[in-house]
């Protein structure tokens, strides 16, 4: 899931079939003299973000947009059973399928 925050406004929104859906969430936080704003509690636990997770940052032309960190393949996005490959992350299908195009005559 990712949680998106807009600049302008307080909002929490989503994609549904590519078109931004906003919804109002009646929160509002200051940023702070370090530039941290706190992610409300409610928010945290809808998102599954827990203390010291780390969070992506994206941006757009009015939006920061915040994301839950989640390694994922680097061939397929694929995030289930990862390996660390030289500090890439491959998923095992992936890897099954460069064993076997290496070992194709």
Known sequence: MVLLVYVKRNVDFCRIMG??????TGIIRRVDELGRVVIPIELRNKFGITEKD??????????????KYEP?????????KLIEFEGKQVCEKCVKKLIDQK???
């Open 103 to 105: 070992n194709k005559p």
């Open 19 to 24: 078109v931004l859906v906003m919804k109002a």
């Open 54 to 67: 780390p969070m992506e940052i994206y941006v757009d032309s009015t939006s920061i947009i915040l994301k």
């Open 72 to 80: 994922n393949c680097i061939f397929c996005n694929s995030a289930k």
